[in-house]
């Protein structure tokens, strides 16, 4: 019973690792699409995401199965819960990567971001480029150390994201309604990918100690994991 | 044993039952603030948050627990694991909500919203306020029937968010930049709020039917569930 449990185990955290890769992957190539206007890399982007959601779906049904049939305790079935959990975060992932490539995809031969705040979206994809990665590393190694990173860093992306937003609130910024549409959204989109990293990292602490961070006193859980 | 299991499991569906009306709570108040500038309201929304945010994470717990010592199968597993997953769909709503509430406090005693889109906005807001009552409904009665009209009515939802877009895009349109920001952003959240209604709804039906809708073919399921 022990033995079939590992290996099915084994089997749904290798589906989670390919969807970590699929997400890191999207994000890449969101931010490419949009530095770039790389349409064919846009459009790969978002063909992609069909994957994804279908890997999060089978990994929540897999889950689900070795809750009916193996009845995992203790540290088993802290990886299956936070399994489930980070399948949802990481489809959220890819769905917040397909809008950024959708809206590279739309401006296209063009850029959506105006000349003047492409610095400050390229510093963002910067960041989310090498949060991606360790995504992938900290999965595969549950290193807490990684996840610890990433939900230490994340206040870097909102600065940068609360100066594109202020770059929009000037009413002497010569831009068109569309490019601001564009300039709050994507912002969003790009902060929200940091969020969900940080509620990943979490959920890998979780599993590795048992601790919840997100529990923490003084920690303000709900914010904008939304 | 099954009396235990029966006991616990209908504590967690009290709390959830709980969040779903503290969600509506927050949904109705949300509105009221944006339609009313009442900053009072506004700030028990926000206050509110935290509530909504701590049941969820006990709702999840006290899922772990059952799973761990109840070994639950079939129709009951199906209810503990769409119990997290809708904790975790109604905690976002409450963020969600919250974000338009702190909209309305910031520019009281103004509305956010330029006037001749009120209109439009309050049409969401009527939308929801009729949504958020029928989550209630049917989630405490296990009604499908009510499941499906929130997932076939979000449509008119999206319209109304469009409406907004459209407003927004034209340059002959005499607001602020800090109008278009938010207009796109409440916008955007209160789409969101019935896109997680319609997530909610489709975990309602899996509990009653062990039928996901999300896996119909030729559903688009990762669409903007993020």
Redesign the interface.
Known sequence: MRVIFNEELKAVADDLDRMARNVRDAIHGAGEALRNQDIEVAQSVIDG??E??KL??SI?DQ??RL??RQ????ID??VV?AT??LS?TF??????A??IAQAARRTYPNSPIPADAQDTFNAMQDFLDVTADRLVTMLADRDVATAESIIREDDKLDELHLKT?RM????D?QV???Q??DV??IG?FME?LGDHAVSASRRVIYIVSGF?P??EPGRD??????
Chains 1, 2 share one sequence.
């Open positions: 995401d069909v994804t959601d999060a779906g929540v889950c689900v809750l009916a009845n995992p305790v203790a079935l802290r819960v489930m959990r949802i489809e959220r992932m890819g769905d917040l397909r809008h937003m929009a609130q000037s009413d910024w068109t309604h569309q601001i549409m709050v959204l969003r929200r919840d997100a529990k859980e709900g914010t904008d994991i939304d």
